[in-house]
C-alpha cells in the first residue's frame, strides 16, 4: 500500500445513447478501466461511477427543482421534428440524419464524430428512427437552458483540467451563438415535467443522464470521503462535458451539502478526453429512404465485434486501441493496423524477445539467473520505462497513448540489442554477457509490470513465468515491485520457455 494512499471517483457514462451503438463507446470504458488498474495497484482507493443508468424519477425531478429555483430553465418557442406516420414528436435518437457540421451520420442530440450539437433547425437529411420517415418540422413551446446566456460560465469553470483537445473544442463551438438547447419535449414515455402548466411534457433523455452522473458521483464522494474526479468524455460527448455540465455548474440556491455534492460532480478534477477526431472529409454515402438506420436494429452487426474467424487476443486489442487511439471498427484499415501491431510489437516483439532471452539463459546458465549486476543499455531502458509509464498512467497525466508507445519503443530497442548480446555471448567478454543478458531479463520483466493495466492478462501470464508476485486486489503485479533493484533475483530459476501468447492474424 502506498504511504500517500488517496481517493478516486472514476466515471465512465455512455458514449452515445444505447439507441445508436458506436464503435468508440469502448474508447472511454478502456482509458477508465486503464486507469483504475493503475491506481488501484498503485495503493489508492479508486470507485467506478458507472452512470448509465437514469437514478428514481423524484430524484430527478428533485434536481429539475434545484435548477428550477437558481433560475436555469426559459419558456421559449423551438423549431422541433414531429414524424406524421407515428404522431409523435421526435426527440434527440428517436430521429436519424447527418450533422450539420461534418455531414457524418448522426442522432437528434450529438454527432460522435465532430461532437457538434444538433437540433431540428441544424441537422440535415433527417428521417424518423422507428418508421424511415420524413419528419415535419414545427414550432413547439419548450422549457430550455440557454447556454448563451451561460455564456461566461463556461471559461471561468472552476475545478476542471480539461485536455487540449476539449479546450480547442470549447473555443471552436464558443465562436459562434450558442443554443438553447431544450430540457423538455412532448412523449408518452418520460419522467414528468415537475412544474405546472407543463403537463404532457417530459424530461429530455440528457437530463435524466446528467442526473445520473450526478448521483453517481454525489453517492460515491458521500459513502468515502474527498476524492479526486476523474471524468471520462466519451465519443460524442464533448458538447456534455464542455458545455452543457459547465454551463450547470454555478447553482446558488443549494444547501452546502447540495452545493458540494453538484459541484464535485460537474466540475471534476482531471477530464480525460476520449473523443474521435472529426472526418478528413463530409460522407458521401446516402441514407435509404424510407427506411430507418439499420444500427438501432436488433439484427444490424455490432461494430465493435470484430469477425469471428480471426479472433483477437483480448490484450492484443487492448494495447492496440491504445496505442493508436483508435476505436475497434469493422473495416479493412482497422484490420491491417491491428495486425501490423500484433506481428511488430507483440509476435515478432515481445513473444520473440522473450523466448531469446529464455533460451540464452537455458543454454548458457541452466535457466538459473547469474549473479551479474544487469549492465548494459537495456539497464538504462528499464529505469526509462518506469518513469514513462508512470508518468503516462497517472490521473493528472493520464494517456494510455503514451504508456503504449513507451512499451513499444522499449521492445524494438530490446530486440535490436539482441544482436549485440549475442554477439558478446560468443567472445571472451564472459562478465559483459552475464550482465547484459541479466539487464534483458529484467528489462522483460519490467514490461511485464509496466504493462499491466494495458495488458492485464498477459502481464499477470509472464510474471507468473518469472516469479513476480502479483497483487491480491487487482490480480496484476504491483508497482513496488519495478522500485526493487531486482525483479528476478540472482539465483532464480526460470523455465527453458513458455508458450506462445500473441499470435499473429492472417
Avoid at 488517496?6 to 445513447?17: F, K, N, Q, R
Avoid at 419522467?191 to 453517492?219: C, K, M, N, R
Avoid at 515491485?481 to 532464480?492: F, H, I, M, S, Y
Amino acid at each position: 500500500m502506498s504511504t500517500h494512499a488517496m481517493s478516486y471517483v472514476i466515471t465512465s457514462g455512455p458514449a452515445v445513447s444505447a439507441a445508436e451503438p458506436h464503435p468508440g463507446q469502448s474508447s472511454a470504458l478502456l482509458g477508465a478501466d486503464v486507469l483504475e488498474r493503475h491506481l488501484r495497484r498503485s495503493g489508492h482507493r479508486v470507485r467506478h461511477a458507472e452512470h448509465g443508468t437514469v437514478p428514481r424519477p423524484e430524484r430527478v425531478q428533485r434536481l429539475f427543482h434545484l435548477l428550477a429555483e437558481s433560475g436555469a430553465w426559459q419558456e421559449r418557442e423551438v423549431t422541433v421534428f414531429r414524424c406524421g406516420p407515428c404522431s409523435r414528436f421526435l426527440q434527440e435518437t428517436e430521429v436519424r440524419g447527418r450533422c450539420w457540421s461534418c455531414a457524418a451520420r448522426c442522432d437528434g442530440m450529438s454527432c460522435p464524430a465532430c461532437g457538434r450539437p444538433q437540433d431540428a433547425n441544424g441537422l440535415t437529411a433527417p428521417r424518423c428512427a422507428a418508421c424511415g420517415a420524413v419528419p415535419t418540422r414545427i414550432r413547439r413551446r419548450r422549457l430550455v437552458l440557454p447556454l448563451e446566456e451561460r455564456r461566461a460560465h463556461l471559461a471561468t469553470h472552476p475545478g476542471q483540467r480539461r485536455p487540449p483537445a476539449l479546450r480547442r473544442y470549447l473555443s471552436e463551438v464558443a465562436t459562434g451563438t450558442l443554443p438553447a438547447v431544450p430540457v423538455s419535449c412532448e412523449g408518452a414515455q418520460g419522467i414528468p415535467v415537475p412544474a405546472a402548466g407543463w403537463e404532457g411534457q417530459v424530461l429530455a433523455d440528457w437530463f435524466g443522464e446528467l442526473a445520473g452522473y450526478v448521483e453517481a458521483v454525489g453517492e460515491l464522494g458521500a459513502s468515502g470521503g474527498p476524492a479526486q474526479v476523474v471524468d471520462f468524455a466519451g465519443t460524442g460527448r464533448a458538447f456534455l462535458h464542455a458545455v452543457l455540465r459547465p454551463a450547470l455548474a454555478p447553482v446558488n440556491t443549494l444547501t452546502l451539502s447540495e452545493h458540494q455534492l453538484f459541484q464535485g460532480a460537474l466540475s471534476p478534477h482531471v477530464i480525460v478526453d476520449e473523443t474521435a477526431p472529426p472526418p478528413a472529409s463530409p460522407s458521401t454515402e446516402t441514407i435509404p429512404a424510407n427506411t430507418p438506420e439499420p444500427a438501432g436494429s436488433p439484427n444490424a452487426p455490432d461494430p465493435t465485434t470484430p469477425d469471428p474467424t480471426t479472433p483477437p487476443d483480448t490484450d492484443a486489442l487492448r494495447f492496440h486501441l491504445c496505442l493508436t487511439g483508435s476505436v475497434p471498427e469493422r473495416s479493412a484499415a482497422f484490420e491491417r493496423e491491428y495486425a501490423e501491431t500484433v506481428s511488430t510489437v507483440l509476435a515478432q516483439g515481445l513473444d520473440a524477445w522473450t523466448d531469446t532471452v529464455l533460451d540464452l539463459l537455458a543454454e548458457d546458465f541452466g535457466s538459473v539467473v547469474p549473479e551479474a549486476a544487469p549492465h548494459g543499455p537495456p539497464a538504462a531502458e528499464r529505469r526509462e520505462l518506469v518513469r514513462r509509464t508512470r508518468k503516462a498512467l497517472a490521473a493528472e497525466t493520464f494517456s494510455p497513448q503514451e504508456a503504449a508507445e513507451a512499451l513499444a519503443t522499449t521492445v524494438d530497442r530490446a530486440v535490436a540489442d539482441l544482436r549485440q548480446l549475442r554477439l558478446l555471448g560468443g567472445t571472451e567478454l564472459r562478465a559483459a554477457y552475464e550482465a547484459r543478458l541479466v539487464a534483458h531479463a529484467e528489462l522483460l520483466a519490467a514490461c511485464a509490470v509496466a504493462a499491466a493495466p494495458l495488458m492485464p492478462d498477459w502481464s499477470a501470464f509472464l510474471a507468473g513465468h518469472l516469479g513476480i508476485p502479483l497483487d491480491e486486489e487487482s490480480g496484476i503485479p504491483p508497482w513496488s515491485a519495478a522500485e526493487t533493484d531486482r525483479l528476478v533475483p540472482p539465483g532464480t530459476k526460470l523455465p527453458e520457455s513458455v508458450p506462445v501468447y500473441f499470435h499473429e492474424r492472417p
